[in-house]
Structure formats: structure tokens, C-alpha cells
């Protein structure tokens, strides 16, 4: 008998004490989930990036596709349909599965399903030598995906989804750590930061390449990851995601350059600096130690795909051939971008009437399945397309200054290292074609932004809704076989 039955038989002689019920005498439930997710659960951080991440992400991609599905059901499917879309490719799945594969499977996209489905073929160069510009990790992904039984589109889009998904996560807790660590700017919180900075991913005007059957998603999460890892001291994993990276697109290369830099500058979270912070100098603060031996295996993503195209018979630096396919040729470092500027005022005056019988961009579409890279059709895109190139280089140079001073070096040199490919090897008819996808990729400019706004609690609402808007506009061209970038 305990203390409250005895009480009670104290009051009532007569009464029994009560007999404790099965719940009470059952051994404590076990949780079902691990251990450490029980600990991620109580992470407010975690928790809030999971919660938001996941909110941006249905949000932002229904949007797209209800946007451009009932734009094709209202316009069409748009002018080069019959010219660039591969039967059993991008399109015969009925009606249905075309209008649902619309805002996913275009242009590129189909180079990346012929990949999967048919590989490089490097024994048949040089006839399919511009398949290899395309880098293998996304089109090896897709593939595995679709042996499970996944239609190939279908595995697409998921593959994409999930990297978004990983890269839009990775970005909340980023920001909130570098702003964290910064007291916050301006009165705004490191979380009002990081979910602005996921806003922004989610609903940029380039966002809807995050869902398509592009690289883009899947080079985002993994660049972001190196970051994560970088700044937690964990190489090991530097070192294999960078070289995923690097398997991914051309660009993952350079993820070398800002590794080695948190490497021996730092910020970093697993130990203290070796040496004193000193003005100006250039001397590490970090002692190289063993485990720095793992940025090594960044390059090896790109040696281990130059190294299957020579076993197979092809030609090891094809890939960097291929570029002369795509019309692109060195101008000299960041040159590329006074010819866009150039390109971008020329465009301008001819659409107001001041400059006329200037010829601007005749694109030739290529067939992913031809023997060889033949043109199929050409479609003009008008000087406004320069112009918009244009704004995109202005903005991306603003931010870019933004985040050389409000974030730690290594973010900078990413940025600079990053751009230096597209605008030292522009595309001859029209400097910065693309520029607009390699920009949404570089996380630490909407980081920067992100910062920027939350310190401008006014202009948070107008900015996000004029980015969904240009995101749906942008989109609903991609999903009708408009050229965008």
C-alpha cells in the first residue's frame, strides 16, 4: 500500500484500493524510430527546415505544373513539338502522359533520356560526341531509378524532386548557420534568413529547371552539401560529394577551390584555428593535416568519366570538344561578359525601334538521336532574349559583390570560380546564353539576397510574388517548346 491508498483507506475503512490498470503496469513503449531521428525531431532547427523546406517545395512545383498544364490546354503544345520531341522520349505516352511530361521533359531533357536509355555510344564517335557534354551522374541516376520499373520521365522528375528536396534542406540549415554565427542582420534572425534563402530557391524565376528533367537539382544538393560538410570539419564527405558534383556538370570542379579554402581559412565547426586571425595576411589558420588528402577525390569524378569514354573507345576530352558543337569557344576570363552587355544594348535599341536588320540568334535545335548532331530546325530568338540575359548578368554581379562581403571568402570564390566558365567561353551568338540556369545553382547569392530582404521586412512580400510570377511565366515557355536559357 502507498501513501495514496493508504489515505484513502484512512477515509474508508471499508474500501479497496484501487487496482492499478494494465497501461500503468506495462513496461514503457520503445519508440519505433531511431534514435538519432528522435534527436533530429527535437532539433528546433531541423525541425523548422524540414517544415519549411518541404512547404516551398509542394507549393513552388504545383504551381509550375498547374500553370503550364492549363497553358497547353489552352493554347497548345507550342511551335517546335514535331521538330525536338523524340517519340518514346519526351512524348507517345498518350495524352495524358504528354500534357503531365510537359513542364518537365523539354529541350535538354531529352538529351538526358537518350542517355539513359541508349549511354554515350563513345564507340560510335565521332557521330555522338555531343551526347558527352552532358555529364554522367544525372542520366546514371535516372536509369537506375527506371530499372525499378519507374517510366523514364516519371524517374526524371522524381530524381529531381528529391535533390531539390535535399538541396532546399541543405539550404535552410546553411544560412541559418553562417547568420547564426553573425548574430543575425540587421534584427532579423538567423531562421527568418534561412527560410527567406528557401523561398528564394524554391520560387526563382530559373526554379522550374529544380523540377525538370535537368542536372540542376541534383549539382544544387550536392554543391550544398560540400558547403555543409566543409564547414563541419566531416572531409570524407567533402570529398565524395564534390566528386559527385564533378560527375554531375563541369562546374563541380571548381568545388575544390572554396573546400581548400574553408580547409585552411576556416570558418569551420570541428576545432579551433591553429593560428591567430592576423590583418592581411595570407598564412593558414588551419595546419594541414592528413584528412586534407580527401579533396583529392574531387577531381576524380571528372577523371573517372574522361576515363570510361577512352576505355570504351572514345575520345577522353570529348566532352570538351563537344563545347565547339554547342557554339562555344574561349573569349578570354570573363570576357564573355562585355559581349553580353554589348549584346544586351544592341537587343534593347532593336526593340525600341532604334536599330533595325541586326540578325541575333538563329539556334540550331539537334536531334539526341541522330547519328550525328544535325540540325533539325532553327528558331529565332528575338533580341529580347539578350536583354533578359542582360538583367540576369546585372543582378548576379550585384549579388555576387553582396556575398564577397557579407559571407566568408570561400562562398565568394565559388561564385567567382563558378561564373568564370560560361562568361570566358560564351556562346557566339549570343554571349550569355544559359547564364540564367548557372546562376540558380550558385546557392550563396540567395543567401546573400536572402539576408538582404530579411533586413527589408517591406519589400519580403513584393519580391517573392514577382518571382512566382516570372518563375510561372518562364515556365509555362519551357513547357510549350519556347527556348528560355
Known sequence: MNSDTAELAAVDPTSEPPVPSEAALAPPRRSRLPAAWERLRADPEHAAAVSESWRALWSSRLLIWVASVATILAFGFGPVRHAFIPRGVTSGFGWLGDLLAAPAARW???????????????????????????????????????????????????????????????????ASLEYASRGGIAGAASGEVARLAVLLTAFAPMAFFFSAIYSESLYLALSVGVFWFARHGRWA?????????????SAGLVLVLPALILYLYGPRQDRPADFARRARSLLPRYRPRANLLWLGLIPAGLAAYLGYL??????????????????????????????????GFEGALQLAGLQGGHTYVSNAVTDPLAPSPRALTATVVSPGHDVILLAFLLAGAVATVGVLRRLPFAYGAYVLAALALPLSYPVSSQPLMSLPRFLVVLFPLTIWFAAWLAARPRWQTPVLGLSAVLMVLFAVDFATWHWVA
Request: overall charge positive; aromatic content about 14%.
Open 237 to 249: 564527405w567533402v570529398g565524395v560529394l564534390g566528386a559527385l558534383a564533378a560527375a554531375t556538370r
Open 108 to 174: 535538354d531533357g531529352s538529351w538526358y533520356l537518350v542517355i539513359a536509355h541508349y549511354g554515350y555510344r563513345p564507340d560510335l564517335f565521332p557521330f555522338t560526341a555531343s551526347r558527352t557534354a552532358f555529364f554522367p551522374l544525372y542520366p546514371l541516376g535516372l536509369r537506375g531509378i527506371s530499372t525499378l520499373g519507374v517510366p523514364a520521365v516519371l524517374a526524371g522528375v522524381l530524381l529531381s524532386m528529391l535533390a531539390l528536396a535535399l538541396a532546399l534542406y541543405g539550404i535552410h540549415r546553411l
Open 310 to 343: 577512352s576505355l570504351a573507345g572514345g575520345d577522353a576530352l570529348s566532352p570538351f570538344h563537344a563545347q565547339q558543337v554547342w557554339d562555344r569557344h574561349f573569349a578570354g576570363p570573363f570576357l564573355g561578359a562585355w559581349d553580353g552587355i554589348k549584346a
